[in-house]
């Protein structure tokens, strides 16, 4: 029964995305079915970390932001005139740091008390100073070498595919870091710990133009498909779009955003398999058991702390991957567009009306909830001007109401959030019992 029900809500999916295509346009449903399976990804790393642990991140932004560092720092091409004006310094600054947290590790435990206080003071300032006489000239330097254009240092001028692990291998360190902090605070506490972190890396990645560029972008990121024009040039496309008597621009397009999907849609079936696999594996049925009752699951001799701070650095991984796919769909790195309403609040939505728990559930939703954002805007224009079409052109009311309509997104989201939990509080596919 839950089968045939699974079923028919994906079924159902798939349907709305078809029409779309059918009264609308198919590029504009194929764009739709790639973001929503970026979303999907995001929505089970939010899913292993809540379902599974019942840790509380809304940090989620933060994560996918450094996704998308890494695809510009693995895909772009370096900026060989910035290398050479302050390359050495940045390397310099940082070689000093690792330096200096080791030296902190190292004598941490040799002492105690107030020793302990004024030798970590003394060695973490030491190491600040040191770092920042030559960080600070090194960026100027960097960030006047053709800022128009440049202005940073670029990449290493990989495939940007390499990005998608690197991403998550960033994520998953922030969030060591993070989990180390802050695990073991209390629910609350770790969605403002979250929340505050994220924050400092979406500041950091806005304002260290020699990194990303800032507030300027990065821009023309390479691409793992080919691009239109390759396409719109090959003989075999052109007899193609002929045959199909499909103009040749729209043609060009749809076989890209099918490339697209193709790799985004296999990325989502390996993560969504190891998490099937790991949700039902003991280490799944430990997870659940310490989510239900942390007491109980200390007192059987479970390590707590150690195990939310694993599955803490697995879902941030997750989301890291899904950030750097994000990056290289939109061929752009732009930090100013990382905002909690889209890439927190949405993620869990998507899983709270998906099923949290749920794996299956956290796909759906990320289907339903992307589907529901994208489309909320022209369906409320089409509805505003079916309730106003007896009124004159020019009434307020009319005129009010017609502009409002881009903003239908946010009701709709909050309808569509509050019916769920009306009569869905499990979610569309609830977790198991």
């Known amino acids: 029964m839950m089968m045939n029900r699974n079923l028919l809500l994906f079924s159902g999916m798939a ?24 979303s999907a990804v995001m ?31 693995v895909s772009a ?53 040191v770092a920042r006489a030559f960080y600070g000239p090194a960026t100027e330097a960097i960030e006047l070498v053709n800022p128009a254009t440049s202005g940073y240092l670029g990449g290493l001028g990989l495939p940007i595919l390499i990005s998608w692990l690197v991403g998550g291998v960033f994520a998953a360190g922030a969030a060591y870091v993070v989990g180390k902090v802050a695990l073991g605070l209390r629910s609350d506490y770790l969605a403002i710990a979250t929340l505050g972190i994220s924050e400092i890396i979406i500041a950091v990645l806005k304002f260290e133009d020699w990194m990303t560029r800032g507030v300027k972008n990065v821009i023309g990121l390479p691409r793992p498909v080919p691009y239109e024009v390759n396409i719109q040039n090959s003989p075999f496309f052109q007899e193609l779009a002929a045959s199909a008597n499909i103009p040749l621009i729209e043609f060009s397009s749809i076989i890209v955003k099918l490339c697209y999907a193709f790799l985004f849609g296999g990325v989502l079936l390996i993560i969504l398999y190891l998490s099937e696999k790991a949700l039902n594996s003991p280490w799944g049925r430990m997870m659940r058991a310490i989510r239900d009752n942390e007491t109980a ?134 977790e198991k019992r």
């Open 77 to 129: 091409p370096p900026v060989q005139e910035a290398w050479e004006a302050g390359g050495a310094g940045i390397i310099f600054a940082g070689l000093v740091l690792v330096a200096t947290v080791i030296a902190m590790r190292l004598v941490y435990p040799r002492l105690q008390g107030r020793q302990r206080l004024l030798a970590m003071a003394a060695l973490g300032g030491l190491g600040y100073f």
């Open 43 to 73: 929505a089970l790393g939010v899913n292993i970390q809540w379902g599974y642990a019942g840790l509380l991140n809304v940090g989620v932004m933060g994560f996918a932001a450094l996704g998308g560092l890494a695809a510009v720092l």
């Open 297 to 430: 699951a200390e007192a059987m001799g479970k390590n707590v702390t150690g195990r939310h701070l694993q599955v803490f650095v697995l879902g941030s991984a997750v989301i890291g991957i899904a950030g750097a796919m994000l990056t290289t769909l939109d061929g752009q790195f732009t930090p100013a567009s990382y905002q909690p309403l889209r890439f927190t609040f949405l993620i869990w939505v998507m899983v709270i009306v998906g099923g949290s728990g749920n794996n299956w559930g956290s796909v759906l939703g990320g289907f339903v909830i992307w589907f529901a954002w994208v489309e909320a805007e022209p369906v409320g224009l089409m509805l505003m001007e079916l309730v106003t079409s007896g009124m004159a052109e020019d009434y307020w009311l009319r005129t009010h109401l017609l502009n409002a309509a881009a903003h239908m997104r946010l009701m709709t989201m909050g309808i569509v959030l509050l019916l769920v939990l009306r009569f869905a509080p499990r979610g569309l596919i609830p």
């Open 15 to 38: 349907g709305l995305l078809m029409l779309v295509g059918f009264l609308q346009s198919w590029n504009l449903s194929l764009a739709i079915i790639n973001l929503c399976l970026i």
